[in-house]
């Protein structure tokens, strides 16, 4: 059991950062009905979620509850973008920029550290990367 409560607090935490969201922006969102320290504890595994907070929080992030029983690596919207390409070139709206920047300091360093840490999660478990690292930085043959 222990191992769904872990799988399911890594799809609440995916879920919930795909869609930029802080504990605290999630806990309005469900109109308190946990706080964000609990939902730290859902994340983290360390504490089962109810149905009745599932399915609360499936409805805050626009989903149905059985989707946050998938897999850690469960589809969000922010998991396609991790196989394009970045494209630099093209600014955000300012209307987006300006939004963030609105944001206390501490919110954007958190936001941005936590987009840090998944990219951080995201190269380590990913054998193709890791395999590219190994190898050497360019591939070409001597004649």
């Known amino acids: 059991m222990k191992g769904i409560v872990i799988m399911v607090g890594e799809c609440l935490r995916r879920f919930r ?6 504990l605290e922006d999630l806990e309005t969102a469900i109109d308190g009905l946990v706080s964000s320290q609990t ?26 509850s059985v989707q946050l029983w998938g897999e850690p690596t469960c589809d969000t919207e922010a998991e396609p ?20 920047l609105q944001l206390p ?10 987009q840090a840490e998944e990219m951080a999660d995201f190269y380590e478990n990913d054998t193709e990367w890791q ?9 070409y043959d001597i004649p």
């Not at 973008?81 to 963030?100: G, V």
């Not at 395999?131 to 591939?139: K, N, R, T, V, Y």
């Open 105 to 114: 300091k501490e919110k954007r360093d958190r936001i941005l550290s936590e």
């Open 39 to 64: 939902l730290s504890k859902y994340e983290r595994g360390e504490l089962q979620p109810t149905a009745r907070d599932l399915n609360r929080i499936a409805s805050a992030f626009g989903i149905k």
């Open 17 to 22: 950062l795909a869609r930029g969201m802080s």
């Open 131 to 139: 395999e590219w690292l190994a190898g050497p930085i360019l591939d």
């Open 81 to 100: 973008l991790l196989n394009q390409t970045m494209d630099l070139s093209t600014d955000k709206p300012l209307s987006e920029r300006r939004r963030f």
